[in-house]
């Protein structure tokens, strides 16, 4: 059996959650802001937003908001 320091997904039993973090609109960092399953097919995840929490949010695509943002950007 495999030894993991992040807690198993209670959703799928097969990924672990990791932690992600982002920065704010200053520019500090937020760490951990979201906890996400490593498990591709379950994407089970937890956010908190403004101090509060949302579960199982849609996950986007980061390349697709790049590219939708540079096609509506003003020229």
């Not at 498990?39 to 199982?56: L, M, Q, W």
Request: hydrophobic fraction near 30%; include cysteine; charge should be positive.
């Amino acid at each position: 059996m495999e030894n993991s320091s992040f807690a198993k997904c209670q959703k799928c039993g097969t990924g672990d959650l990791v932690p992600l973090s982002d920065f704010g609109g200053q520019g500090a960092a937020i760490h951990y802001k979201a906890w996400v399953c490593t498990n591709p097919d379950c994407g089970y995840n937890i956010k908190i937003r403004n101090g509060e929490v949302y579960i199982n949010e849609p996950i986007l695509s980061g390349a697709l908001h790049s590219r939708s943002h540079r096609e509506f950007a003003p020229k």
